[in-house]
C-alpha cells in the first residue's frame, strides 16, 4: 500500500463513511485497491471504489486472484468479516509493515468489525474515538457530535438482534444469526476459512 494524502484529509473520511453526500470522484479508486500485505502469503484488498458507495474487500493468496470476504453499501451489505481481536492484530501488521500511521488502516476497515453485544459496541466505539483523536483531523465538538450519533438505540435494542460469534469446526470462528449480515458464516463454502485461520495465527491471534 502507498500511502496517499487523500487520507491526510478530513473530507475524504466523512464521504468515507456516508456522513458528506456531494459530487466527487477519487479516479485513483478506479480498479486500483489498496493491497495490504499481512504475511509473506496473505494480503488484503480493500477496494472503495471511485465513488465510495460499494467497498469490498478482499483475501488474496499469494499471486491468486482475490476473493471478496466482505462489502459495504448502503442496500444489501454484508461487512461484518473481523472479531475485534482480530481487527487489532491486522490494524497492528498493517501499519508495522507499510510504515504508515494505525489511526488510518483502522478507519479504513473499522466497518468490517462483527459486533455482537451492547458492551463491545461501547468497547469498539471508545476505541475507535481515541483513534480519530489521533488522526488529528477533528476539532472537538467534531468528536463529541460523532460520539453522540454513534451510540446505539439502548441496550434492549441490542438484545433484539440475533448475531454472534460462534467457534465451529472446521470453521473456525464464523458470525451468524439471521442479523449477522457477514460472508464469514459456515453455509458459505466459498470462505477461505482454513487459508483465513492460518493468517489469523501467524498474527498471533488465538483460536479461543
Not at 468490517?112 to 468497547?123: M, R
Request: hydrophobic share 40%; net charge negative.
Amino acid at each position: 500500500m502507498r500511502m496517499n494524502n487523500v487520507f491526510l484529509t478530513k473530507t475524504f473520511w466523512e464521504r468515507y463513511f456516508w456522513k458528506l453526500q456531494d459530487d466527487f470522484s477519487y479516479e485513483f479508486f478506479e480498479d486500483n485497491p489498496l493491497r495490504f500485505q499481512l504475511t509473506a502469503r496473505d494480503a488484503l484488498l480493500l477496494d472503495p471504489g471511485e465513488d465510495l458507495v460499494y467497498i469490498s474487500l478482499g483475501y488474496q493468496y499469494k499471486d491468486e486472484e482475490g476473493i471478496e470476504i466482505a462489502w459495504d453499501d448502503e442496500a444489501y451489505f454484508h461487512p461484518f468479516v473481523m472479531r475485534f481481536n482480530e481487527f487489532l492484530a491486522i490494524v497492528d501488521q498493517i501499519a508495522a509493515v507499510h510504515h504508515i500511521e494505525a489511526w488510518i488502516p483502522a478507519l479504513l476497515l473499522r466497518r468490517f468489525i462483527g459486533i455482537e453485544s451492547f458492551a463491545e459496541y461501547h468497547k469498539v466505539s471508545a476505541w475507535e474515538l481515541d483513534m480519530r483523536k489521533t488522526s488529528g483531523l477533528f476539532t472537538e465538538d467534531e468528536l463529541d457530535e460523532w460520539l453522540e450519533e454513534s451510540k446505539p438505540l439502548d441496550e434492549a435494542y441490542w438484545h433484539e438482534l440475533n448475531k454472534e460469534w460462534k467457534f465451529k469446526e472446521p470453521y473456525g470462528w464464523v458470525f451468524e444469526g439471521e442479523d449477522a449480515n457477514s460472508l464469514r458464516n459456515s453455509a458459505n463454502s466459498s470462505f477461505p476459512f482454513q487459508k483465513w485461520n492460518r493468517m489469523l495465527a501467524e498474527l498471533g491471534c488465538a483460536s479461543f
